[in-house]
């Protein structure tokens, strides 16, 4: 089955640490590059991080760039989001999300269920 | 980075109505647009790319035109299932970016 599963978000204090991950199954995972995207309580998506297919490219946001790292496991067909000094406005169900294509990096046409990080003390 | 500015913010409309959304971007991303859909608790599905290719398995009711700056989404006769909230996104160039949404309701 074609399918992204996010795991690794939870409540952590501000200026803590959190290891998000995206198990891929499927498709031939290092063909495409990846995204996390994420959405707030109430708000919109927003688009924050992405990485080539080989892992050698990487593409943050500005509101996460310094602070957050994303790579990927393609043996494992995993991708990752390393997030440290985690702030309030952090607070977002984090997606993973595939390229219809490979040779395009964008238009989603598979996302995960998300998973839930909170940032507060 | 693209800014991306979708109108209306929110619309109230009935079923069967054709209802339009516009997506302007800041500057030029040819036709790397891409149209979502998405309900309350539930992750984005995709409809358009490509600025007007229909996403496998979405109803023909939607459609979308547009290239350069100017970007439309057209949902010819509005169903029950239909009511959601609309983003477009670009991807001609990182940092990728969304519009903040448009909310579709029921009249």
């Known amino acids: 089955e074609v399918q992204l599963l996010e795991s690794g978000g939870g409540l952590v204090q501000p200026g803590g640490s959190l290891r998000l991950s995206c198990a891929a199954s499927g498709f031939t995972f290092s063909s495409y590059a990846m995204s996390w995207v994420r959405q707030a309580p109430g708000k919109g998506l927003e688009w924050v991080s992405a990485i080539s297919g080989s892992g050698g490219s990487t593409y943050y946001a500005d509101s996460v760039k310094g602070r957050f790292t994303i790579s990927r496991d393609n043996s494992k067909n995993t991708l990752y989001l390393q997030m440290n000094s985690l702030r309030a406005e952090d607070t977002a169900v984090y997606y993973c999300?595939?390229?219809?294509?490979?040779?395009?990096?964008?238009?989603?046409?598979?996302w995960g269920r998300g998973t839930l990080v909170t940032v507060s003390s | 980075a693209i800014r991306m500015t979708q109108s209306p913010s929110s619309l109230s409309a009935s079923t069967g109505d054709r209802v339009t959304i516009t997506c302007r971007a800041s500057q030029g991303i040819s036709s790397y647009l891409a149209w979502y859909q998405q309900k309350p608790g539930k992750a984005p599905k995709l409809l358009i790319y490509a600025a007007s290719t229909l996403q496998s398995g979405v109803p023909s009711r939607f459609s979308g035109s547009g290239s350069g700056t100017d970007f439309t989404l057209t949902i010819s006769c509005l169903q029950s299932e239909d009511f959601a909230t609309y983003y477009c996104q670009q991807y001609y160039s990182y940092p990728q970016t969304f519009g903040q949404g448009t909310k579709v309701e029921i009249k």
């Open positions: 999300a595939k390229p219809g294509t490979v040779t395009t990096p964008g238009g989603f046409d598979l």
